[in-house]
């Protein structure tokens, strides 16, 4: 049976299920994330209401009739646009302009209508339904084009293209229609997560979706890549014009370069409230300063029209992210030599040692320069910590301090550290911590190797403390239990982080982090 997945049509067995065509295709999915199933290309169509009629002088955007009474006439569109491509203009004069002919199975009328600017009518001339035209509407008229006896023929109104309409002659012709696909167009679409189901004859899938990037906006690019986990990224909002992912608002990114927010464009929002929040468009929006575009959907856009808030979406870039950090020498010399990058070296050159530090540090900038110089320390330098579930605000606001939420490695410096007292302090932001109440505190003791945060309920709230030894009066920070916010165990060697004086950074990295 005949199907198409993420856009290319296949055949496959009978029965087969969408577990059946991702692994005979392929595609890319990750496993959790939702796939987009159409049924076939009618239900997809039944609520398309515009189209774009391309001619070698530009292009002309209809609206259908949604009206009852022009239904048999839109249906007939539906069902036989296709057939007036590749056609002349047959004749323009300064009311009109007509398509054609097309044979269609319509019984003409000899009534005679007034019509409007704008109007979309098919017309059968001659009064035979082997001479159908379409005919559209430069100025008001009153005429008999022998319509069907539905809605004086009407069944679209021009919304765009007047001036190509204008300019159309006899020796100008018809390249191609094409329906406008919008938001509205998929909502009947199902959005599933069983791949057991089984598919049916002229079934369409969409596992993904794939963007391009804006070149000229290399910091919030990098923001988007941050936001994709695992080949996936987590639906925060939705709404009928854009979905938003929020997993990374907060954090302050410059405007860039600003464009119009179209369907299928791709924003982080750079001023205001949401400050970080990444934003894509299912409707046009306005131009606004305030949104930095980042890129743009190129296939999946039906994944986009059906997700809801908490869906995980499979996502492939067009561009591969140059991420560096976490990995060895060696995997980001591949990784560059791949992309045509030149990697040098600055430091340690082991080809097993971790990359801590990049320059540049953008994807984009790192390309336009054709080079990258990477610094790398001995894997066992790198503080591992596994985190908790259990204080989601402090573990945000330490992933904040320390690069954690956008990158794979992080740094913070050493604050506090006197020999033989067992505890290491670390800088923190004292406006960041306002909001760090108590969660995850300590009950009987701090276990050796914990790391953990002074909360609000201290005049030191943010400072961020390791302890290397077990104690059941004082936390990491060395504050009473309920002023401290355990986050985390330290899952490396650990014991030469207290032997570092003051001023000292310290690399991290999440123990289950994958670059």
């Given at each position: 049976?005949?199907?198409?997945?993420?856009?290319?049509?296949?055949?496959?067995?009978?029965?087969?299920?969408?577990?059946?065509?991702?692994?005979?295709?392929?595609?890319?999915?990750?496993?959790?994330?939702?796939?987009?199933?159409?049924?076939?290309?009618?239900?997809?169509?039944?609520?398309?209401?515009?189209?774009?009629?391309?001619?070698?002088?530009?292009?002309?955007?209809i609206q259908l009739d949604e009206s009852e009474e022009a239904k048999p006439l839109v249906d007939v569109w539906k069902s036989q646009y296709e057939d007036f491509v590749d056609l002349d203009i047959r004749w323009s004069t300064s009311t009109e302009v007509a398509v054609g002919p097309i044979v269609t199975d319509m019984e003409p009328t000899s009534d005679e209508y007034k019509y409007f600017e704008g109007d979309v009518v098919l017309s059968l001339s001659s009064f035979s339904n082997e001479s159908t035209h379409l005919i559209m509407l430069k100025e008001n008229t009153t005429n008999v084009y022998s319509v069907p006896p539905y809605n004086k023929g009407i069944f679209a109104r021009i919304i765009g293209g007047k001036k190509t309409l204008d300019e159309l002659t006899d020796d100008d012709k018809v390249t191609g229609i094409e329906p406008i696909?919008?938001?509205?167009?998929?909502?009947?679409?199902?959005?599933?997560?069983?791949?057991?189901?089984?598919?049916?004859?002229?079934?369409?899938?969409?596992?993904?979706?794939?963007?391009?990037?804006?070149?000229?906006?290399?910091?919030?690019?990098?923001?988007?890549?941050?936001?994709?986990?695992?080949?996936?990224?987590?639906?925060?909002?939705?709404?009928?014009?854009?979905?938003?992912?929020?997993?990374?608002?907060?954090?302050?990114?410059?405007?860039?370069?600003?464009?119009?927010?179209?369907?299928?464009?791709?924003?982080?929002?750079?001023?205001?409230?949401?400050?970080?929040?990444?934003?894509?468009?299912?409707?046009?929006?306005?131009?606004?300063?305030?949104?930095?575009?980042?890129?743009?959907?190129?296939?999946?856009?039906?994944?986009?029209?059906?997700?809801?808030?908490?869906?995980?979406?499979?996502?492939?870039?067009?561009?591969?992210?140059?991420?560096?950090?976490?990995?060895?020498?060696?995997?980001?010399?591949?990784?560059?030599?791949?992309?045509?990058?030149?990697?040098?070296?600055?430091?340690?050159?082991?080809?097993?040692?971790?990359?801590?530090?990049?320059?540049?540090?953008?994807?984009?900038?790192?390309?336009?320069?054709?080079?990258?110089?990477?610094?790398?320390?001995?894997?066992?330098?790198?503080?591992?910590?596994?985190?908790?579930?259990?204080?989601?605000?402090?573990?945000?606001?330490?992933?904040?301090?320390?690069?954690?939420?956008?990158?794979?490695?992080?740094?913070?410096?050493?604050?506090?550290?006197?020999?033989?007292?067992?505890?290491?302090?670390?800088?923190?932001?004292?406006?960041?911590?306002?909001?760090?109440?108590?969660?995850?505190?300590?009950?009987?003791?701090?276990?050796?190797?914990?790391?953990?945060?002074?909360?609000?309920?201290?005049?030191?709230?943010?400072?961020?403390?390791?302890?290397?030894?077990?104690?059941?009066?004082?936390?990491?920070?060395?504050?009473?239990?309920?002023?401290?916010?355990?986050?985390?165990?330290?899952?490396?060697?650990?014991?030469?982080?207290?032997?570092?004086?003051?001023?000292?950074?310290?690399?991290?990295?999440?123990?289950?982090?994958?670059?």
């Amino acid at each position: 049976m005949l199907i198409k997945i993420n856009g290319e049509e296949m055949d496959v067995a009978d029965a087969s299920t969408i577990q059946d065509v991702i692994d005979e295709t392929n595609a890319p999915y990750t496993p959790g994330s939702i796939i987009c199933l159409i049924k076939g290309k009618k239900e997809l169509e039944k609520n398309i209401s515009k189209y774009k009629i391309k001619t070698n002088k530009g292009s002309i955007i209809i609206q259908l009739d949604e009206s009852e009474e022009a239904k048999p006439l839109v249906d007939v569109w539906k069902s036989q646009y296709e057939d007036f491509v590749d056609l002349d203009i047959r004749w323009s004069t300064s009311t009109e302009v007509a398509v054609g002919p097309i044979v269609t199975d319509m019984e003409p009328t000899s009534d005679e209508y007034k019509y409007f600017e704008g109007d979309v009518v098919l017309s059968l001339s001659s009064f035979s339904n082997e001479s159908t035209h379409l005919i559209m509407l430069k100025e008001n008229t009153t005429n008999v084009y022998s319509v069907p006896p539905y809605n004086k023929g009407i069944f679209a109104r021009i919304i765009g293209g007047k001036k190509t309409l204008d300019e159309l002659t006899d020796d100008d012709k018809v390249t191609g229609i094409e329906p406008i696909i919008e938001r509205s167009t998929t909502t009947d679409s199902a959005s599933v997560s069983d791949l057991s189901t089984v598919l049916e004859e002229g079934n369409e899938l969409y596992t993904y979706i794939s963007f391009n990037v804006d070149e000229d906006s290399p910091v919030c690019v990098e923001h988007l890549f941050s936001l994709i986990k695992d080949g996936r990224i987590k639906v925060s909002f939705d709404s009928e014009s854009f979905l938003g992912f929020y997993d990374l608002m907060g954090i302050d990114k410059p405007k860039e370069n600003t464009t119009q927010r179209t369907r299928g464009t791709i924003t982080v929002r750079n001023d205001g409230v949401g400050v970080g929040r990444l934003y894509v468009y299912r409707e046009n929006r306005v131009l606004t300063p305030n949104h930095t575009t980042v890129g743009h959907i190129v296939n999946g856009m039906e994944i986009i029209d059906i997700a809801k808030e908490n869906d995980f979406i499979t996502v492939k870039a067009e561009q591969q992210r140059l991420m560096l950090l976490n990995k060895t020498q060696k995997q980001a010399t591949e990784m560059l030599s791949a992309a045509g990058v030149e990697h040098m070296i600055d430091g340690l050159i082991d080809d097993d040692a971790i990359i801590v530090e990049q320059m540049p540090k953008h994807t984009i900038d790192i390309l336009k320069e054709g080079q990258v110089i990477t610094k790398a320390v001995k894997k066992e330098d790198i503080c591992s910590i596994k985190f908790v579930d259990t204080a989601p605000r402090s573990v945000r606001y330490f992933k904040y301090i320390t690069g954690l939420l956008e990158n794979p490695v992080g740094k913070i410096k050493v604050h506090f550290a006197v020999p033989g007292m067992h505890i290491v302090m670390f800088e923190g932001d004292k406006k960041m911590a306002k909001g760090l109440i108590p969660e995850n505190n300590p009950v009987d003791k701090v276990i050796r190797g914990q790391i953990g945060i002074t909360n609000m309920a201290s005049k030191s709230a943010g400072l961020i403390g390791i302890r290397f030894e077990d104690n059941s009066e004082y936390g990491p920070t060395a504050e009473s239990f309920d002023a401290t916010n355990i986050i985390g165990d330290i899952t490396s060697d650990y014991d030469y982080i207290e032997q570092l004086k003051e001023g000292v950074e310290v690399y991290v990295t999440e123990s289950n982090y994958e670059s």
